[in-house]
């Protein structure tokens, strides 16, 4: 559904991509995974047509950027990482707003708008201004408006940032319902357990570069299953282990407190760059 070969974006001398490839398959959520910084958000911003490549290669539905950049509109959803809502509209005059702007003729522009504020659970504020609306709210409705024309591919930048832990779950919650009704998800996250979570498949970006594409589990499998940590003055050992009886065995071997858990997407990216993916 997506291809991606190349990809180099440049920003005055500042490389934000730094000749990434993949491809996403029809009905995968993928996540863009990596720091502040590490070119995620410039993916997107190149793949939603909001900036353009410096080089590389871009299909989507087997349509290439830019000279398809019309068609290409009309069948992807983008959900950027900050509200871009009409605060002064209400959220069902948003939803029309975006409606006219797709051409959607009005009986079926009502009845989708009607659709969508029901399946984001926001049909009952259908008629009261975005700026009564909590962040989870306001996000719900930006995936509404996102959906509304029926798009085949989904982008969603960090969307849930700065959102508390509930509301985050049950934005996954909608997403994966998403998913399950065979749409295309491109997501970016620096939440692992976001990545972990909703994700058939993760590229892990570190300054603008691939460092590596898989399912979390396969990640995760490729470290060892199995990880003991322990204390180690100021720092944190660790190491890494294919099954528990290995994991305990070693740890029993050691003189100090150990903690035997099992390994995660921050393992992984730990390893590759030696660094945290900083919250
Ligand atoms: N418009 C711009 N002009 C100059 N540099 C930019 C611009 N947009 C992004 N960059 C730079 O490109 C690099 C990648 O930024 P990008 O926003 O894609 O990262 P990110 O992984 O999405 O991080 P974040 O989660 O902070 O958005 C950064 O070094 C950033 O400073």
Redesign the pocket.
């Given at each position: 559904m997506i291809i991606i070969e190349g990809l180099v974006?440049r920003?005055?001398g500042?490389?934000?991509?730094a000749g990434l490839s993949l491809k996403i398959a029809k009905g995968e959520t993928f996540g863009?995974l990596?720091?502040?910084?590490?070119?995620?958000?410039?993916?997107?911003?190149v793949l939603t047509m909001l900036?353009r490549a410096t080089a590389g290669r871009i299909q989507i539905a087997g349509l290439t950027l830019p000279d398809s950049e019309r068609q290409i509109k009309a069948i992807i959803g983008v959900v950027p990482?900050f509200f871009n809502l009409d605060s002064d509209l209400t959220a069902w005059e948003n939803l029309e707003l975006h409606g006219r702007l797709h051409h959607l003729p009005a009986p079926e522009r009502r009845r989708r708008i009607a659709e969508l504020l029901s399946f984001v659970e926001l049909a009952e504020r259908g008629g009261d201004r975005v700026n009564t609306f909590s962040g989870g709210m306001k996000r719900r409705l930006m995936i509404a408006r996102a959906l509304l024309h029926r798009p085949q591919v989904l982008f969603l930048?960090?969307p849930t940032?700065g959102l508390d832990p509930q509301v985050r779950r049950r934005l996954w919650d909608f997403i994966r319902r998403l998913n399950g009704e065979g749409l295309t998800v491109l997501l970016?996250t620096?939440y692992i357990e976001e990545a972990e979570n909703l994700c058939s498949r993760v590229a892990i970006?570190d300054?603008?570069r691939l460092i590596a594409m898989d399912s979390p589990a396969a990640l995760c499998q490729g470290l060892g299953r199995f990880v003991v940590e322990w204390p180690d003055g100021e720092a944190t050992n660790f190491r890494f282990f294919p099954e528990r009886s290995a994991a305990a065995g070693f740890a029993a071997t050691l003189t100090v407190n150990a903690t035997i858990r099992l390994s995660g997407l921050e393992d992984v990216f730990v390893e590759l760059t030696g660094r945290k993916v900083a919250e």
């Open positions: 974006k920003f005055a500042r490389t934000a991509v863009l990596g720091p502040n910084g590490a070119g995620k958000t410039t993916t997107i911003r900036t990482q930048d960090e940032v970016t620096h970006l300054q603008g």
